[in-house]
């Protein structure tokens, strides 16, 4: 779950939700344009034919349909869909976005329809203490924007933590040597670079990392508050008819081998 903290943004995003919220008609949402990232593979990515595909295409693909919607997907740089979301560029997110408080307070949330914990990656076999002290001038990549730079750069302070616009980068720079570890989101880590050629030698380290005030309570779609009374509830009720009738699990199962649903508690 990139799942992924746009602290600066929030100051510009509550006023733009200000200015907004006195839209004086709410949208049939018969069409709709919606964020993704196309960077994050196994849930998003642009494919060699330049299409755009993945668990989270596929999905919100499936979300569509059940909601009876033109969906137009408009790719982004992960830290600017917030920005495009209150620039009204699009209406909706659907790009791993963690559901946290800090978030909420400059966009609204459909419920969660994935949730998975974040992880160290480093090189096989490597025995590094990971408590913070542990760490000191340890460097640790991270994808801008994201929980896992949030939780980084609060827990690790003595270490050095590396910005990278995407995942992909971190990698490339993990590989090279360039930085000690990553954290990242499991499955992205795992489907994303460990399980490719390229992650050969590195594995997970650690344990899973699912604090709520940092990681939240699974990714959710975002969108602007002033359509949360419309918008979120067509997402919410194609997020239980994908879980009910089978299309998430089926989903689910063609990328992952293990299951990333949200758990009941």
């Not at 949402?29 to 668990?55: H, M, N, Q, T």
């Not at 419309?230 to 009738?245: C, S, W």
Request: proline share 4%; charged share 25%; aromatic share 10%.
């Amino acid at each position: 779950m990139q799942s992924r903290t746009l602290i600066a943004l929030t100051a510009i995003a509550a006023l733009a939700c200000s200015a907004f919220s006195v839209q004086a008609q709410a949208p049939d949402w018969k069409k709709i344009r919606i964020g993704v990232e196309g960077a994050y593979p196994p849930f998003s990515e642009v494919g060699a034919d330049g299409k755009l595909k993945g668990f989270e295409i596929e999905l919100v693909q499936a979300y569509c349909a059940e909601m009876k919607a033109e969906c137009t997907l408009v790719q982004q740089d992960f830290d600017g869909l917030i920005p495009a979301l209150q620039a009204r560029k699009v209406d909706a997110i659907f790009a791993s976005v963690s559901i946290t408080d800090e978030r909420k307070k400059a966009i609204a949330f459909s419920n969660p329809y994935y949730n998975t914990p974040g992880r160290f990656v480093a090189k096989a076999g490597a025995k590094f203490d990971l408590s913070p002290a542990g760490l000191k001038g340890k460097k640790i990549g991270v994808q801008s924007a994201t929980i896992h730079e949030a939780y980084a750069a609060a827990i690790f302070k003595q270490s050095e933590i590396v910005r990278y616009q995407t995942q992909d980068q971190v990698f490339l720079d993990l590989k090279s040597g360039r930085i000690d570890m990553t954290l990242a989101d499991t499955p992205a880590a795992d489907f994303g670079f460990l399980k490719k050629p390229e992650g050969k030698g590195f594995a997970f380290i650690g344990p899973d990392y699912d604090d709520v005030k940092y990681f939240g309570v699974g990714s959710g779609v975002g969108m602007r508050k002033a359509d949360e009374a419309t918008l979120a509830k067509k997402f919410n009720a194609a997020i239980a008819a994908a879980q009910a009738n089978g299309t998430f699990k089926k989903l689910n199962d063609k990328y992952f081998d293990y299951d990333i649903s949200i758990k009941k508690k």
